[in-house]
């Protein structure tokens, strides 16, 4: 992957973990400009990995993109909203971490075993 599509993803996920938390404030108290706003971030992070579908295809833009959301929005919900998981649930994460990682890495990985 390139630089500038490393930067496009990077600016994507740092606009989807921004819709993200737009959307937690919503849902802890509605109102039409959270919604517009969380609208018009989600809209715009997908407009990027339209980019990044076009430049680096469907499997490996989203896969990557995924991995990168799920641990950030995370982090973001664990620290910054004082969210809690139990032991099951942080097995789940930690496994869907993993499988994303399998799967985006396995192409490259398995020519050079």
């Known amino acids: 992957m390139s630089f500038s599509g ?8 740092v606009i989807f ?3 993200a938390t737009a959307a937690k ?3 802890l108290a509605p109102s039409l400009g959270k919604i517009v706003l969380t609208l018009a971030l989600y809209s715009l992070g997908n407009l990027i990995m339209l980019r ?3 430049e680096f295809g469907m499997s490996v833009s989203f896969s990557l993109s995924a991995v990168i959301q799920l641990v ?3 982090v973001v919900a664990l620290m910054f909203f004082g969210e809690r998981v139990n032991a099951l649930q942080a097995t789940g ?3 869907a971490i ?3 990682a ?7 990985l398995q020519g050079r075993l």
């Open 6 to 13: 490393l930067l496009q993803l990077g600016i994507s996920t």
């Open 52 to 54: 990044l579908i076009r």
């Open 102 to 108: 399998l799967i985006t890495l396995g192409p490259y």
């Open 72 to 74: 950030s929005v995370n």
């Open 25 to 27: 404030q919503w849902g």
């Open 93 to 95: 994460i930690v496994l």
């Open 17 to 19: 973990l921004l819709a």
């Open 98 to 100: 993993a499988a994303v």
